[in-house]
T-cell receptor, first 113, second 111 residues
């Protein structure tokens, strides 16, 4: 039973490029969360999604960031026109239907040059 | 005010010591409470859930005080392997369950 899979594990982008981070939840899990962790800081909630539906995006920056969780395929966090301040670890977590434990992926580490 | 607040530490303790972490939350509608552990450059992992009646798992004891909106974690007989960041986690209900993490308390256990 595979855990939460995130890819790429490491991504390097130059300023102005786009970054796409993917997350495949655990089998049977229908809820996905994205968190951002800056160096030496805590996890910051970004967005909470169900299949084809954004439940809560109150933690998403208003510009350049978007997330989706299509009916088929992984959830995608997209960052357009990246800046150095976007350099961080981006963690995805999935949750079974209802109120269950969050299971985290190993994270995608974005470095913006 | 942050939704979940923790003392950032770091806590530096010798092996065998007892250490306690505190956490407060601001939203009285919070439904569920957890402690997660995060090792350096790794993903967070669930340590234990927290119940109003208090719960214990080996050397770890968690307590919840809903009236004071306060959560605690007690670690007895600290081991070197307990060195990590401990995250207080609160789940809110509102269009689904939104899960908020505290910034974490860092623990260093030394020989």
């Amino acid at each position: 039973n595979a855990g939460v899979m995130q890819n790429p594990r490491h991504l390097v982008r130059r300023r102005g490029q786009e970054a796409r981070l993917r997350c495949s939840p655990m089998k049977g899990h229908s809820h996905v969360y994205w968190y951002r962790q800056l160096p030496e800081e805590g996890l910051k909630f970004m967005v909470y999604l169900q299949k084809e539906n954004i439940i809560d995006e109150s933690g998403m920056p208003k510009e350049r960031f978007s997330a989706e969780f299509p009916k088929e395929g992984p959830s995608i966090l997209r960052i357009q026109q990246v800046v150095r301040g976007d350099s961080a670890a981006y963690f995805c977590a999935s949750q079974p239907p209802g109120d269950g434990e969050l299971f985290f992926g190993e994270g995608s580490r974005l470095t913006v040059l | 005010r942050k939704e979940v607040e923790q003392d950032p530490g770091p806590f530096n303790v010798p092996e065998g010591a007892t250490v306690a972490f505190n956490c407060t939350y601001s939203n009285s509608a919070s439904q569920s409470f957890f402690w997660y552990r995060q090792d350096c450059r790794k993903e967070p992992k669930l340590l234990m859930s927290v119940y109003s009646s208090g719960n214990e798992d080996g050397r770890f004891t968690a307590q919840l005080n809903r009236a004071s909106q306060y959560i605690s974690l007690l670690i007895r007989d600290s081991k070197l392997s307990d060195s990590a960041t401990y995250l207080c986690v609160v789940k809110l209900q509102g269009g689904g369950f939104k899960t908020i993490f505290g910034a974490g308390t860092r623990l260093f256990v030394k020989a």
